[in-house]
């Protein structure tokens, strides 16, 4: 005789979702309540949403946020970290519920290199992306140490949802990164790989040669470019970032299957808007990132185009990860619960942490929870995973199950799921079983 | 700043080429019709469903070229029979019901499950949950998926999930595979009897691989006169999205000149696959511009790709806005 009493299939849901890892990085400058918009050229564009319950203006609502820092602002005095303003980032993107991806640059074209390392070093290289030359100063030994202090400290912290692998350039962008010496280069890239053990990473898809240092160490580490929609704005049809460099370089640098251990994160080149008056494609734009299975991108906080509306909302359904429990059967065995349920995602990417699912039961006596041992990360895009679990012995009785997926972060709660349903602690009751 | 433009990355002088690309060019290439019975119609392309009693006619059909494959309906599935019919089937694809488990068992130990059938009835799911209690999710990466839709849902987005090779019953359903050269890359010229280096990317914007053996072919035309050029490292298996490669190509003595060049993928039986393209010449090849071929000695071309990544160029000049 079966053991289910019974089997439901939830009613999927279409909405927006606002998942920790995934989407459109927040825009706290469009949130709230604002008398005008403002387009990235600083005109009043008409205010929408995206969904009436969204709180951002002209741009979807987000669980993922950006926090950066420099090294001079860090490392003030050599060996001597301050960690408060980074710290602060990270606090305030848990404030938005969201997790963030986070850089720590060693310089850019405006931010220096610390202090203390410019007096050692006060000529600036002839590279133009360059504040110090890596090949002949001990910036790589001293940088790499800066990332294993970061490292030791941020691994594994509950609000980082991937770390940028900045090796060298202005802001960190790689600028360069085939001119450094192997040996120098593989210091700072040990740095992040034996650092990071837990926290996801992302590397720049710069160049074949810093590319292929970071594969011989691990092969779990995704890429990030920064320059998604260019289609012609650097060099019209002979060259352009969308057409050449991304397809291209993503193969011949071997990146093509990282996506399934590694985050693929975008970030705008300019910004949608002038994608938008440039004339260029949004429909190709997005097909491509989903192609190479698009995690996240920063619109760099700027409005998106009221005309391209839908699209986005069609590209933020794609974006990362969007689970559905398509089906769940319940009964009891034993005195313990069983139930079987039916996973999808039907997202670009994997989620690439590993967030439990829980079990909910509930009846008068109390709530108990039951976290199951399924790794999610390994639920690639359309594919359709059956989980089994029974709970710990219960007492008699009838309990209200309820499913969810938990990332155990205060600020984060419960993943939002692609189903109807959702209650007020980010559970979804799925019905009742008898336990005798 | 001049020696890190995009002029001065360039080391060799190539061409881009970028075939315009077209959609849908066989609607019906992807649709399959399942056949019980030798009399049936023979038109398109089907798949031999074998019983008990009609295994020796099925295995008659099996010399024509339209019939994809077969499957053994569930529940003529002990291991006797499915031993006799797949020897009687020969070379067929064997496509196995994802709604047989015992069948699916038996074929993968045995090494001969050439296919799934995926059956659509009153709810999706049940395929769905079918598909996850086997562990076939990644299977559409090594054999062809078939989808028959026994109902009278949708079921679109479902074939597409699966990665369909070929649907029943599914009309409009996007299944198969669509393949485009987007760009090849190569030196405005190149020696007669010296290395052409060539970069291809093609894209595969179907749900599914190709299923078989695939090569690239390419070759140079003047006049009425054609060069086939050999290939050493053409993809001999096309997965989904992007795949770029790149090639020496060894040239043949030739007259110098200007030479027309041309491409095709050829499938393991040399039939030209249709691609995305216009200008499909009679034999299967698509344009790809024009060649020039001289005497100028260039023996670095030998070894071009060992250290120029020529699509590998970092601006270090933010230009203008685009659109203002």
Redesign the interface.
Known sequence: MSIWQWTREPDISDALLSNPGIGFICAPGLMGDPEEVHDNRGEIVEKYRFAPSQKTWNHPDSGLSYAGGAWRDIEKEEGCYDWSGFDAKLERAGRLGCNAIVRIMPYSLTVDIPSWLRERFPEDPEYPFWRIDPNTTDYAELWARFVRAFAARYDGHPLISSVDMAMCGAWGEGAGSEFVEQEKLEKIVLAYCEGFRRTPMQCLLHDPVSVGLIRRHRQDIGFRVDCLGDMGGFHGKTWNHMQDFYPVNIENFDMHDTWEKGPVVFEACWHMNDWYRAGWDIDYIIDESLKWHISSYNSKQTTVPEAWKEQVAGWVRKMGYRLELRRIRAGSENRCVQVEMLWCNTGAAPCYQAYPIVLRLENAEGTRFFRLEEDIRKWLPDEDHLVRAATGELCPGTYTLSAGIDTGVRELGMLQLAIQGRDGEGFYPMGTVRVE | ?EK?T?EAFERYPMV?C?PEETRDLEPDRFVFRTVSAPEAEKQGMFLLEVRRESLQQMAALCSLPQAVGFTIVPGESDDAFLETAVRAMGEKRYIVPVSDCAQIRWAREKGVLGGLLVEIRDNP?DA??Q???QEL??MYRKVPVFVRNCGTGHSEAYA????ASMVENMPGTCAGWRIAL??ITYPRAVTSGGFAPM?F?W?NRGPAFVHEQTSVRLRLRMGEETIELPLADSPDQIGL??????EIVRMPDLPPGTYAMEYGLFGENGDSLMLCHAGRSGDGYYPAGMLCVDDIPRPEYEHIWDDY?A??????VD??????
């Open positions: 700043m890190y995009l881009r970028r799911l769905c949950e598909m996850a209690v999710q990644k597409r999930q699966w990665h987007r760009r970069r990317w894209t999205g992007d795949r770029v490669y790149n990544y699509d590998g160029y970092y601006p270090l230009p203008p806005v685009p659109g203002t």
